[in-house]
């Protein structure tokens, strides 16, 4: 079974980028296992902000890319807004086991 | 425009069971590719899947709780139904359902978009 890990937390200005990385803790062959994100805005349910590793849903602002080398996904901000403070989780899917969320990263603005 | 809202007790006592009901609205759940699923937060905790069902019946259940775990669901009535049995206060959670987007014809899960706004149980004596 697959385990995504993700930084506990990252920071930045506004104006600044911030890129939290999503690592698989094995690979997954055989079957499509696409990294999504989410943002969860404190009290409210996540959002979807980058599936397919790198395509982002209409209506997410440009300022949020995913991209994806070897084992580690990555989602990059910039620039940073302070609307943009939140928990950002990515997700996969390991196949008969199931789908995965990594941890969790806390984004501060400072 | 999809929604989906979560209906459960918010109360339960162990070792009862929890039954929780996903009502959605503005997707056709017997269309190819389309799936609905069940993830639950505790308090200050991290997302942790449950359960998955495709639109072809297949179902899907975390490994760690699939003993205890049932989805099924209601086409007729838009209705996807979770059933956690012999609860504990380890069960304590916000839980959620999503609309998940299975790629086809790999039948791969791809992502969950939207998600409810969740619903908080907690389970105590």
């Known amino acids: 079974q697959i385990t995504l890990t993700q930084p506990v937390s990252v920071a930045g200005s506004p104006g600044q980028s911030v890129t939290i990385s999503c690592t698989k803790s094995?690979?997954?062959?055989?079957?499509?296992?696409?990294v999504s994100w989410y943002q969860q805005l404190p009290g409210k349910s996540p959002r979807l902000i980058i599936f397919?590793?790198?395509l982002r849903p209409s209506g997410v602002p440009v300022r949020f890319s995913g991209s994806m080398s070897g084992d580690t996904a990555s989602l990059t901000i910039v620039p940073l807004k302070e609307e943009d403070e939140a928990h950002y989780f990515c997700?996969?899917?390991?196949?008969?086991?199931?789908?995965?969320f990594g941890g969790g990263t806390k984004v501060t603005v400072l | 425009q999809i929604t989906l809202k979560e209906t459960a007790p918010t109360f339960v006592k162990p070792p009862q069971p929890l039954t929780l009901t996903c009502t959605f609205s503005?997707?056709?759940?017997?269309?190819?590719?389309?799936?609905v699923g069940w993830i639950r937060q505790a308090p200050g905790k991290s997302l942790e899947w449950l359960a998955l069902?495709?639109?072809?019946?297949?179902?899907l259940y975390s490994r760690s709780l699939e003993t205890r775990l049932t989805i099924t669901k209601d086409t007729s009535r838009n209705r996807i139904v979770l059933t956690l049995i012999t609860v504990g206060p380890e069960d304590s959670a916000t839980y959620f359902c999503?609309?998940?987007?299975?790629?086809?014809?790999?039948?791969?899960?791809?992502?969950?978009?939207?998600w409810g706004p969740g619903i908080h149980v907690s389970v105590s004596s």
């Open positions: 069902i495709y639109w072809n019946n297949v179902k």
């Open positions: 094995v690979s997954v062959t055989g079957i499509k296992s696409a």
């Open positions: 999503a609309r998940a987007d299975i790629d086809y014809p790999v039948i791969s899960f791809n992502h969950f978009d939207p």
């Open positions: 397919d590793d790198t």
């Open positions: 503005g997707f056709n759940f017997a269309e190819r590719g389309v799936g």
């Open positions: 997700s996969s899917f390991g196949g008969l086991t199931g789908v995965v």
